[in-house]
């Protein structure tokens, strides 16, 4: 802060006396007296905040210091009661009044006078000085004093973490004797409280040791501590890991079968086995809770060997109809068939109603219809993959130009290929020998993406000849040139048109909504064969123009049509080389023809 207002002061020095009030420039002469006074302005008030700033700086820092002044008072005239208070008698020192003496030199140094309130509060600050010498001299002697009391009160919190210490090893010693499955309730308790009680220990030395070191003692060691809570925290992963699992197995045991989730109980299983096996490695030395580990164990490893059969079981793709045959094939007799949708039967009905079957090679049963029912699976997918991309394919109704406000299907190619890729997909799905229960469903996909693909080819066939015809008979031609048969059924046929698109065009439509449409083969062939009726009449039309113009026999029957419904003048300009073969450019500028 001084050095900016140091350097504020250069800069101002220099404007008023290095800087000339004229300047010569060629023949003439600048005046910069104007200029000198608005830079001095600018330049002098921001001295004016600078030292505003020190003089409010100071004032603060002098209150905060007589506060502070106060506090340290009371504070070292007050009995410490703690190691902690004890420690800041001991410690105080007066880090502001420096500050202020640093403060109140710089102002001296910068020439600034400081006002007289704040003079009054810097004096009364270095009058503290004197007063807190004295009580700093009584702290001294208090702390003497105090410091015998402290010692005493942190030996009895010494024995008092050490009696606390054996209630934690006495509790760790039941934790050994209990060797019985039908303890671990009890045992499940005891870790818990245990574990309480090891925080508060560990929160106790660590308060003990803090103390000991403001007090310059000697620091206490609980030698046996660590190996306590080494024993204390392998026998809390043993218990615990022996409760989880014989809950966790029980309860497997006793939920729906088909709500298992198969992947998620193997990872439980294999953490519970693992974490049971490293906690049960370190208590070798006490036989009878060892014995129990094993036990535990042997019963997790007893509930996976049933997990490759559950996998069989719950695979995806066993539908109703493979249960009933595996019930059939394993002995069941009717209707006590297992069934997916049974909530009654439980993981433990499930393995003992297979086990118990009779049938000595029941997993040779399973594993064959439960890999046919993964193949239909995978088919069943592969069909619904395809519907979904079906669903994806939006169709497209963009404006045509030509047409006014008609709207065409534009992407009838795209969708005409993804079906030739969907029915080679399927003709090889048919002809896999794990079809199953899915060849109907097969055949009729089959059935109805060929019928899919000929409503689309017929539509683009109908869409072109709709987009020569209309214009023709809606823009050009006289309505008396066609009969008014002909011209009701095209405007029916129009709007038939119309309404399907009208039906198509929304969001949510999309290439399965045409697999689905039934009434569109129909409609669209009702179209055509209208068409069909509206185009011989149009030749007609075009026969007889032929006659009285006969240079229309040198264009094609689409060229004329296109001549015909055309309202484009350069459209029409371009058909002209065709009928007069020494024709090379035809100009029309302002109504006049070159």
Known sequence: LATQLTTVRKIIDQIQWCSPDEVPCGTFIVDCSEVKKTLLARWRKREQVLTDYLITQIDEVCSSSCNEMMDIEIRLSNRPKTANALQTVSTIENKTFKEVISWVHTTEELHIHLPLDVTEVAFELFNWQSRLEK????????????????????????????????????????????????????????VTSLSTMNEKIDQDVERLHNREEILELTRSEFNELPSLVNSFECLHQFWMMVSESSNGIQQLLDTPASQIEVDSMISRLETWRRLLRAANRCLRGFPEIFLLGRKTESTIANFQSNVPLLQLMLRPGLRISH????????????????????????????????????????????????????????????????????????????????????????????????????????????????????????????????????????????????????????????????????????????????????????????????????????????????????????????????????????????????????????????????????????????????
């Open 323 to 594: 249960w009933k045959e595996i019930s059939r094939r394993i002995g069941l007799p009717s209707g006590k068939e297992l069934l997916p949708t049974d909530t009654t039967i439980s993981v433990q009905v499930l393995l003992s109603t297979i086990q118990d079957s009779g049938e000595p090679e029941y997993m040779h049963v399973i594993e064959e219809v439960s890999l046919q029912a993964a193949r239909e699976h995978e088919v069943g997918s592969s069909l619904e993959g395809m519907k979904a991309e079906c669903r994806a394919v939006r169709l497209h109704f963009p404006f045509v130009g030509d047409t006014g406000s008609a709207r065409t299907l534009t992407n009838a190619q795209e969708m005409n290929s993804t079906i030739d890729h969907f029915i080679t997909t399927v003709q090889q799905i048919r002809m896999s020998p794990f079809l199953g229960a899915l060849a109907h469903s097969a055949s009729e996909w089959e059935t109805q993406l060929i019928r899919t693909q000929e409503t689309i080819s017929l539509w683009s066939a109908v869409q072109e000849e709709w987009l020569q015809l209309r214009p023709v008979i809606t823009q050009t031609l006289d309505a008396n040139s066609l009969s008014g048969a002909l011209l009701q059924e095209f405007k029916e046929a129009d709007d038939t048109y119309c309404a399907i698109v009208e039906e198509l065009d929304k969001p949510h439509q999309s290439l399965y909504t045409i697999l689905t449409f039934d009434s569109l083969p129909a409609r669209l062939a009702h179209i055509s064969e209208v068409m069909k009726s509206v185009r011989t009449g149009v030749l007609s039309l075009m026969d007889s123009k032929r006659k009285v113009f006969p240079r229309f026999y040198f264009v094609s029957d689409r060229d004329m049509l296109a001549c015909l419904s055309s309202s484009d003048l350069d459209a029409i300009i371009s058909l002209l080389p065709r009928m007069y073969a020494t024709l090379r450019r035809f100009d029309v500028n302002r109504g006049e023809i070159n």
């Open 135 to 190: 009580v700093f001299a009584k702290s001294e002697e208090l702390f003497i004093k105090e410091r015998e009391a402290m010692v005493q009160e942190l030996l009895d919190f010494r024995k008092r973490i050490e009696s606390e210490i054996d209630d934690f090893t006495s509790h760790i010693d039941e934790l050994y004797i209990m060797s019985e499955i039908e303890q671990v309730g009890e045992a499940v308790k005891t």
